[in-house]
Each structure stands twice: as C-alpha cells, then as structure tokens.
C-alpha cells in the first residue's frame, strides 16, 4: 500500500515511477500433500494469482518454479488460472526455473509466455507415472485374511494386497495415455514452434539439464530472475514479493486443522503419521532428479 502511495505521489509530481513487476514462488509438490505439509492446488494459488495480476501499474508477473510435479489435474487447473489472468490483464508472464521444473512442474512453467532457466536446472519430463506397492504374500506369510466386498467388478481394481491383473494394468495404461495426451497437446500450444525436436524424442518422459533444454526448444534463454528482470526493464525495476498469507495461529507455529471430528491430539498424532508419509514420497519425487 505504501508503495503504491509512493508511485502516485511521484506521477503527481511529474517523476516516472520505477517499473513493477509482481513475483509469485511456485515451489513443492503439486496437489494435497496430506498431513500439515500442503502442496500446491488451484485452491492455495488462485489466491495469490489474482494478487499478482491485480496491480495496472506493473509492466509483468514473474513466476519462480522448483517443482518435480505431482497431480496432473491440479497442475492443469493452476497452468489454466495463469493464462486466464495474463490474457484478461493483458501482461507478459515469464517463469525462471530454480533447481527443477519437471513433469507437473514443467506444466506450470509452459503457462508463461517466456522460460528462463539456470543452466543447471532440470526441465522437461513430460509424461505420466504411477507408483505403488504389492504386498500379497506378506499377508499370506502373516497368515492375515483380507476381506473386501464391493459391487463392481473393477472397484477394486490394482489393489496392493493382491495379485496384479493384467486387465487392470492394460486399464491403467489406457488412463495413462489419455493423461499423457493432454500433457503434450498443452506443450504443443505453449511451446509447439520452439520445439526443435521430433515429439516422439521430446514426450518421452526423459528430462534434460536447462542448457540442454534450451537446445531442444523447452526454454527460451538461461538466466536468473533478478539478472534477466534488471536487463529487460532496467536496473530501477521493482520486484513486488507476492506470498501466502498467512493466520496469526499459523505465524506462531501453528498450523490448520485438517481433520474435522477429532479430539486435538487425535487430530495432531493423525497429521504427523500423515505427514511422514507424505515426506516419504515428497523426497521420492525430488530425489528422481537428483535433488
């Protein structure tokens, strides 16, 4: 508020104001996370989203991207979002990568009309993934009996507990390819003229260093967000920080319930085993590109 006072009062006076532009940190694992470790969701970022867009004064918004991806919905939701506010404010959006914009990430990153990457950034790796567990025989070496009733013959489908079927897989990979299909088809609208490589060498899922991403047409230069921001709209420019708000319980160290009905503790001991598994496969995904 006191900043834009400050601009107003030098128009007033016949001064130029310095540039603006607005920065928004998309950094973790997208989609719910679980536990007290939120990821990100459409929910958590639309917030900041029309805060960035909000300002007329501002010559563009920059986003920060550390993601190695996570839920395609949400990263088509939040990629979605971006395009909307950028052609109704009519502004110029450009993403810096940081350590990694991979898979969901590089969805994000793809949202903005401009990619600027560290050299050795990770970027790319557009394709669908699914992990899981079979656990069969330990029941049976356990001697525990597991009952499941449902009223379709595939509810229960890639249950961990049982032998994989080859149906359900062939099911799996039918769902992965439609998945697969808008991934690309969204990278070919964003990026489809700078791509400088077959598709079928680009969508493979493989991921590739920023250099080499700039080679291949996935990212526009190599740099970082203040060196290229100062050259583009001068050393003056402005970088007008846009982060969560945050709740006074939540600054003291505390953080939102997550789970209704519960008695406190119960609702806490429930968010720590959630949240150490949510850890568990947060590290999964970032340790896959070396980080």
Not at 6 to 35: A, E, F, K, W
Not at 46 to 61: S, T, Y
Not at 75 to 96: D, H, Q, T
Not at 146 to 171: C, I, W, Y
Request: proline share 5%.
């Amino acid at each position: 508020m006191a900043t834009m006072l400050i601009r107003r009062l030098r128009r007033l006076l016949g001064q130029t104001p310095p540039p603006i532009v607005s920065v928004v940190r998309l950094s973790g694992i997208i989609g719910g996370v679980g536990g007290f470790r939120p990821g990100l969701t459409i929910a958590a970022t639309a917030p900041l989203l029309e805060r960035a867009f909000a300002p007329k004064d501002q010559v563009a918004v920059a986003l920060i991207i550390n993601s190695p991806g996570g839920s395609p919905v949400q990263s088509a939701l939040i990629g979605g979002r971006i395009r909307a506010l950028a052609e109704e404010k009519k502004l110029p959006v450009i993403a810096f990568v940081e350590d990694v914009a991979a898979s969901g990430g590089y969805w994000l990153a793809c949202a903005a009309d401009e990619i600027v990457a560290d050299p050795s950034s990770v970027v790319g790796s557009i394709g669908v993934v699914s992990r899981g567990f079979g656990f069969p025989e330990a029941l049976r070496r356990l001697g525990i009996e597991r009952r499941v009733h449902t009223s379709g013959t595939n509810k229960n489908m890639l249950d961990p507990f049982q032998p994989e079927r080859a149906e359900d897989v062939e099911r799996l990979k039918s769902l992965q390819e439609e998945v697969h299909e808008s991934f690309k088809d969204w990278v070919r609208r964003r990026r489809g003229p700078k791509l400088t490589v077959p598709e079928a060498d680009l969508f493979t899922g493989e991921f590739w260093t920023g250099t080499r991403g700039l080679t291949l047409g996935l990212v526009d230069r190599l740099g970082d967000a203040r060196t290229v921001l100062r050259e583009r709209y001068g050393t003056e420019v402005k970088l007008r920080m846009v982060g969560q708000r945050r709740s006074l319980f939540q600054r003291l160290g505390g953080g939102e319930s997550r789970l209704s009905g519960l008695p406190a503790s119960a609702d806490l001991g429930a968010g720590i085993a959630a949240g150490l598994l949510s850890a568990a496969e947060e590290r999964a995904l970032w340790q896959r590109y070396g980080l």
